[in-house]
Each structure stands twice: as C-alpha cells, then as structure tokens.
Nanobody
Framework: QVQLVESGGSSVQAGGSLRLSCAAS????????MGWFRQRPGKEREEVAF????????YYADSVKGRFTVSQDIAKNTVSLQMNSLKPDDTAIYYC???????????????????WGQGTQVTVSS
C-alpha cells in the first residue's frame, strides 16, 4: 500500500499560479506513471496530467496543455503540478495518483490508478 499526500491547494485569482505537490510513502519508481486527476464541482473526476516514471514522458489533457506542467523527483518520491494562467474553470479538488495503465484517447490521457491521495482543493476566482 502506497500512501499519497497532496499539498499546495489554495485560493487564487484568475491568471495566477499554484504548485501542487504529492509525497509518496514508497518509491514512485515502482509505478509506471504518476499524475493528477481533478474533480470539478458537479462533474466527474477527470484526468489532468501524468508523467512516466521511467520515460519521463508527460501527458496532458487538452484543457491544461500549455498551462500546467507535471514533474517528478525520484530521489524525494514526489510529484508536482505547476499550474499557471489559472482559470475559474480549473476550480476543483486535485488528486494525486499512482497509475498502472495509461492510454491516449483523442490525444488525451485516460488513466487507471492503483493508489489515490486524499485530494487538495484549488479555487480560482474571477
């Protein structure tokens, strides 16, 4: 069992930036991918951004491409999500996840997670 703990969620104005971090209790290298999902108010959980822990290839949802950057620190067992040019539509609970399967569907990542964090709230006001 791997425990994932997110931090960095906050309230910010549109156009601002936030950096989310996820600390894992075990080596993230044991998972094929690490990344982030989010659940916006009234909507289903959706994929946001992922990184291949071995390849370091990154995958982004169309809605965040060019604004969000996912990264990892293998030595510290952490995964981060740098979010720039935030929009009110980015308001959501963001979940860190350890992913065992990922595919691209229409250029967007579709991921299956084995472990989840508890989530961190990001609120973007206009």
């Amino acid at each position: 069992q791997v425990q994932l703990v997110e931090s960095g969620g906050s309230s910010v104005q549109a156009g601002g930036s936030l950096r989310l971090s996820c600390a894992a209790s075990a080596s993230i290298y044991d998972n094929l991918y690490m990344g982030w999902f989010r659940q916006r108010p009234g909507k289903e959980r959706e994929e946001v951004a992922f990184i291949g822990t071995h390849s370091e290839r990154t995958y982004y949802a169309d809605s965040v491409k060019g604004r969000f950057t996912v990264s990892q620190d293998i030595a510290k067992n952490t995964v981060s999500l740098q979010m720039n040019s935030l929009k009110p539509d980015d308001t959501a609970i963001y979940y860190c996840a350890a992913v065992y399967n990922l595919a691209l569907v229409g250029g967007n990542p579709k991921a299956q997670a084995r472990y989840w964090g508890q989530g961190t709230q990001v609120t973007v006001s206009s």
